[in-house]
């Protein structure tokens, strides 16, 4: 099917637009508007609607995205050679909590068949973890864990899973650097995600630095039956004197995770509203139509869960922090709006660190897609969030403390935000992207959403959701806002199964430790 020439402006004070037909567009077409392309322009990159005079501001979602290093001619093709990025916005005299809108309308009577845990979190899978405290433990741990799936899991029928919560952390770090707070509770956290039942056990070394009282100290579980006591640390230590060969450590493993199992086996799925529902939102191999299409329908989606009472955290700060200005009006009070300004200088100081700024974001897929840098970039991902108000704010690795939309401060990497935002406590995942990438994790379902209808035909077994729709023109946002939201309960019920689930696509947790290794 040959589809008349399309341009997508995302605000109608833009002065450019992208192209939406597959395959780009050539020279000498005629826009609806009657415009003729004096280049040739690939898909999801973008056109000038008006000519474009030297230094003069290049305009896209009202914002600009860059400067005209030379004269463009309307109909020419706008790439990031021709765009001078703008200065990163200040983090002083900001607009704070200015945009105090009324709350939206409740959405009452969805619900989905969760885990109800003892801590009254919600789980939309019933995994066995195991905690590791240090790396050199892992491939011990594997081994017990490929027997305990062929030889115990079988018995417990409720049971989905068995995973190992492999790291690369727990020695070798300089463990008393004030920001080894990040991994040590990244990892505390993840441990207690809502998916795991409360059951921890552990696989300790014996001479890391990471020692499992520091990881799990007294009183971080939270009670996890009816004994009315916190429950004793289950730890398995590989050097303990006991253990007389390989097999000895194994059949440990084996042993403990047995215990567990059983606990776990006589969970049950109960109907529990969706503000039960914590959903971590991110993006990753993004083109110039994640800002178009999959993006703004997850805003649409995250509108609704709000309005339903549910948890929705968005992150990846690289991404946000050209949009700090938007962010701290729709703060709900000013002390939500310094936290997200403290977040973001601690992450400018952590980059300068390094000698870059938030500019090395953008990948070279990114730019072959169409962003021509991390202004156009962040605009594209912040819609991700949607309108609503932002009522908290978390450092990496913190738990989440309230329902309602989070900024959770992350990088922008897709394995460290998943696994900070499984630290925080999400049972479901929402990942978009236009390159394409077949990301899943082991821990919790991951509905992944594609960005261009073309992807989501190669990739017909690896994407959930086609928001491409909506630049075919055959959907609209709030459509496919629907339609994920619908999806987010049957999977969170168990009833479907995404594809990275199907195929068991399963990324490494990759900590973020900022504090110095030895
Ligand atoms: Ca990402």
């Given at each position: 099917m040959t589809q008349a020439p399309l341009t997508i402006a995302m605000h109608e004070a833009d002065n450019v637009a992208i192209v939406a037909n597959l395959g780009g567009l050539p020279a000498g077409t005629v826009l609806a508007c009657g415009l003729v392309l004096r280049d040739t322009v690939p898909q999801g990159h973008k056109v000038a609607l008006l000519d474009l005079p030297a230094g003069g501001v290049v305009r896209r979602y009202d914002v600009p995205i860059g400067y005209a290093l030379k004269d463009i001619a309307a109909g020419s093709w706008v790439h990031e050679r021709l765009l001078q990025m703008p200065q990163a916005r200040g983090l002083e005299g900001l607009p704070i909590a200015?945009?105090?809108?009324?709350?939206q309308a409740p959405l009452q009577g969805y619900t989905f068949e969760g885990y109800r845990n003892a801590d009254g979190s919600v789980g939309t899978r019933n995994i066995l973890a195991i905690t590791q405290t240090v790396q050199c433990v892992a491939g011990v741990t594997d081994f017990a864990v490929q027997r305990i799936k062929s030889?115990?899991?079988?018995?417990?029928?409720?049971v989905d899973d068995v995973v190992a919560l492999e790291h690369?952390?727990?020695?070798?770090?300089?463990?008393?650097?004030?920001?080894a707070v990040v991994p040590i509770r990244t990892l505390r956290n993840i441990s207690l995600n809502p998916n795991f039942g409360g059951e921890v056990m552990v696989v300790s070394l014996g001479c890391e630095k990471l020692q499992p009282e520091r990881l799990l100290p007294p009183g971080s579980i939270p009670i996890a039956d009816q004994r009315g006591a916190a429950p004793d640390l289950d730890v398995v230590c590989l050097q303990d004197d006991a253990h007389v060969g390989f097999m000895s450590m194994v059949d440990s493993i084996m042993r403990q995770a047995e215990e567990h199992l059983r606990r776990l086996d006589v969970r049950r799925r109960e109907t529990v509203p969706a503000s039960e529902l914590v959903v971590g939102v991110q993006c990753g191999g993004s083109d110039a139509f994640s800002g178009v299409t999959a993006n703004p329908a997850v805003g649409y989606c995250s509108d609704l869960l709000v309005r339903a009472g549910a948890s929705v955290m968005f992150s990846e700060t690289t991404e946000v922090r050209d949009g700090i200005a938007q962010l701290t009006a729709r703060a709900s009070t000013p002390e939500v709006a310094e936290a997200m300004i403290r977040e973001m200088a601690w992450y400018d100081a952590y980059l300068q660190r390094g000698s870059v700024d938030r500019s090395a974001n953008t990948t070279p897929g990114n730019k072959k897609g169409g962003l021509s840098n991390i202004v156009e970039k962040a605009m594209g991902s912040i819609?991700?969030?949607?309108?609503?108000?932002?009522t908290g704010v978390l450092a990496p690795g913190e738990k989440l403390r309230q329902k309602g939309l989070t900024y959770a401060a992350t990088p922008a990497s897709d394995f460290i935000c998943g696994t900070l935002q499984l630290a925080a406590g999400m049972n479901l995942h929402v990942f978009t992207t236009g390159r394409g990438t077949p990301y899943g994790l082991a821990q919790v379902p991951v509905i992944k959403v594609a960005t261009r209808t073309d992807l989501a035909r190669r990739w017909h077994d690896l994407m959930d959701v086609n928001a491409g729709k909506i630049a075919d023109g055959t959907a609209s946002i709030e459509d496919v806002g629907w339609e994920l939201f619908q999806l987010m309960l049957d999977v969170a019920s168990g009833r479907k199964k995404t594809w990275a689930e199907q195929w068991k696509l399963h990324n490494a947790l990759v900590l973020f430790n900022p504090a110095p290794v030895t």
């Open positions: 200015t945009e105090q809108r009324a709350p030889e115990l899991l079988p018995k417990y029928r409720n690369g952390y727990g020695c070798g770090v300089a463990i008393d650097a004030p920001d819609v991700k969030s949607g309108s609503s108000t932002i």
